[in-house]
Every structure is written in structure tokens, then in C-alpha cells.
């Protein structure tokens, strides 16, 4: 990591400090995490952190939540009376991740090692 997205990286992993969406970590458990600055990213005029989850996911139980068919759920809509439609930004950041789960989502940058305490985006379930 060059000194220009260290630079970056320490402002933005004390942005989620402050939120409390990461938090200093001990955890043997560790992922690595770089930044992509492709084309999207220099469109928008600042690089991306990303996590490898892949090494946790491959040891997570997969939970599945199949998706009903078209028919199904027209019928269960059909006495609605009252409908919602909710658009959340970084929505996966909107799920807790329970306490004693939280070691497993560790990831490593140059000057610390932290976990989530919400779900991050790449992590499976």
C-alpha cells in the first residue's frame, strides 16, 4: 500500500471506528484487506477498501432462503393493504453481527487488526 492510501486507509478506518462498525480486534482469525482504484473508483474520485472474505466463507455453513415463486407471493400479497419499499445505503452495514461472532470477521491493514460488529459487504450469509 503506497503512502497516499495509507494515508487514506487510517481516515477511513477511523471513520468506522467512530461509527462503531469496526472495532480493535485480538482474533486469530484474519482477512486481508487493499484498495481497487478501477475505473469506477477514479470515476468517483476515491479508491475502495475491500476485504478477501473468501477464506471465511469457505468455512462458514451456508444458510439458503430460497425465494418463493411468483404465484406464492402474489397470493400472500393479496389482502395487503399496506405497503413498504425501503432503500437503505450500505445495507448490509443495517445487520448486527451477534457478539460472539464477531472475532471470525477480522481483517489486517498495515497498522492494525479489526472485526465488524456488522455485516460487511463479501461475507457470505
Not at 486481508?32 to 469457505?58: C, D, S
Request: aromatic share 12%.
Amino acid at each position: 500500500m503506497n503512502a497516499e492510501l495509507l494515508e487514506y486507509c487510517k481516515k477511513e478506518i477511523q471513520t468506522l471506528l467512530e461509527k462503531h462498525l469496526i472495532r480493535p480486534s485480538k482474533s486469530p482469525w484474519s482477512c486481508t484487506a487493499f484498495y481497487v482504484n478501477n475505473a469506477l473508483e477514479k470515476e468517483r474520485g476515491v479508491p475502495r477498501l475491500v476485504i478477501n472474505h473468501k477464506p471465511l466463507n469457505k468455512a462458514l455453513q451456508w444458510i439458503r432462503y430460497p425465494i418463493p415463486n411468483k404465484r406464492d407471493l402474489l397470493n400472500r400479497l393479496y389482502a395487503a393493504k399496506i405497503f413498504s419499499k425501503f432503500d437503505m445505503k450500505s445495507g448490509f452495514w443495517q445487520i448486527q453481527i451477534a457478539e460472539q461472532e464477531r472475532y471470525k470477521t477480522a481483517f489486517t491493514v498495515p497498522f492494525g487488526h479489526y472485526e465488524w460488529n456488522v455485516m460487511p459487504s463479501g461475507l457470505k450469509n
